[in-house]
């Protein structure tokens, strides 16, 4: 790539005269082409461009081909500058173009958005000869003037959108969710279901300002997650710690050795997508006859110990779980975070591994993992009086897990009881979701 991109600024600058090639690379891409005597200008250039990185010749190249209007040295550029960041792959792409089924363009001018991203006046050939139309006129005729020919899957592919560079295809999708393009109700939908399609890659679009009160999207990596996948979840904990051991340490094979009935172990693979709701009811009627959601319900509740956690769960389920449906992520209570064998209290010269278990936690799409804290008394007292000492320990686990990419919300625990409960949980969720991509339709 590096030398075929040195090859296209060669030759876009070799038509130059010596003259300008004094003044003229310098003033668009800060290029200082040198002179010597006797050099030709293809030697200059050379002398120019020798030296430069991969990185280094793409940046000119872009520059460059935006004085010009060459959106193939544009591409060239970009697509060097892809390497940097996770790929935007054909399967993503062609499940974004399904997402759209025949309508990209929605309200706008399905041309001009296509033609602002990509160059259409070469054929489908690339031969220009009597009989054979353009890409604008193909586009015109199959999804214009006829619509449902193409799909959106079928432009993409003809217009090279499932091979562009990542910025062009980004160009492109912001265009068909703008507010001239979608708005309202219709935009926000049509977000959510690409967002569920870009976090398989890491991608999500997300707000980038408004524009006459109407949000602007931009496509960007998602934040950063936790790296790993889970392999066992130890949660709603109503007694003692269990006792485990492997039955497997290879494949990291739990076994619960006693006080099973103390708590929950579910270990079935967790998708990308996280750990919906839908998910664990059908984990928990394999696990119990006749189990369902209203039982599992009723067991992960008999782990709450205060009347705030209580109302965390049940608000939850009853505010967004029609909404979401099987979308929804499933809200566990008393999640073991560390887990230290019951033999710890006999061994010397080591304390045991603080933040036991959190209140909650939710597996989200893309590696994110949201715990939610109920603070009482005993998160900042020792008995009755305040500790710093108790203080400084949470506050120290709490930058250790967002340092290893988890989301750590607090409350205090009277937030969560008395007749404002309600609304300040749901606030709360409302806007968690709409961070992670989730709308309640």
């Not at 492109?172 to 979608?182: E, Y």
Request: net charge neutral.
């Amino acid at each position: 790539m590096p030398s075929n991109l040195k090859d296209k600024i060669h030759n876009l600058l070799h038509p130059l005269t010596h003259t300008s090639l004094d003044t003229e690379p310098n003033r668009i891409a800060g290029l200082e082409i040198p002179r010597g005597e006797g050099l030709s200008k293809s030697q200059r250039i050379n002398i120019a461009l020798d030296g430069l990185s991969e990185r280094q010749l793409a940046e000119l190249a872009i520059r460059f081909a935006n004085e010009h209007g060459d959106m193939d040295l544009n591409e060239a550029g970009r697509k060097v500058l892809d390497a940097d960041a996770p790929p935007l792959t054909r399967i993503t792409r062609r499940d974004v173009a399904r997402v759209f089924e025949a309508d990209l363009a929605g309200d706008a001018d399905l041309l001009e958005m296509v033609e602002r991203n990509f160059a259409l006046s070469h054929p489908l050939d690339g031969i220009f000869s009597a009989g054979v139309k353009s890409l604008r006129d193909q586009i015109n005729e199959n999804m214009v003037r006829n619509p449902g020919i193409w799909s959106v899957e079928d432009l993409f592919r003809e217009i090279g959108a499932l091979d562009c560079s990542r910025t062009r295809f980004a160009g492109l999708l912001q265009d068909a969710i703008h507010p001239l393009a979608r708005s309202g109700e219709m935009q926000q939908r049509t977000v959510s279901a690409l967002n569920r399609v870009l976090v398989r890659d890491g991608y999500e679009l997300s707000p980038d300002g408004q524009e006459s009160g109407h949000p602007i999207y931009a496509l960007r990596q998602v934040a950063r997650g936790v790296s790993g996948r889970p392999k066992n979840l130890i949660f709603a904990s109503r007694g003692p710690k269990p006792e485990l051991g492997f039955a497997d340490a290879i494949n990291n094979d739990i076994v619960v050795l006693s006080g099973q009935d103390s708590c929950l172990i579910f270990d079935r693979p967790i998708s990308p997508d996280g750990l919906r709701w839908s998910e664990l009811t059908a984990w928990w009627s394999g696990q119990v006859p006749g189990g369902d959601a209203l039982s599992l319900g009723r067991r992960l509740q008999e782990s709450l110990a205060s009347d705030a956690e209580k109302n965390v769960f049940s608000t939850y389920f009853k505010a967004y779980r029609r909404g979401l449906g099987d979308r929804l992520p499933a809200l566990l209570p008393q999640v073991y975070l560390h887990y230290d064998p019951a033999i710890v209290k006999t061994l010397r010269n080591r304390l045991p591994l603080p933040r036991q278990r959190m209140d909650f936690l939710l597996l989200m799409p893309a590696r994110q993992r949201v715990v939610i804290e109920v603070d009482g008394k005993h998160h900042f007292a020792e008995g009755n009086q305040a500790s710093l000492k108790v203080y400084s320990e949470m506050v120290s686990a709490d930058r250790e897990l967002r340092l290893a990419g988890y989301e750590i919300y607090r409350f205090g625990a009277n937030e969560l009881v008395g007749s404002r409960a309600k609304m300040v949980i749901i606030d709360f969720f409302d806007k968690l979701f709409r961070i992670h991509g989730l709308t309640n339709d």
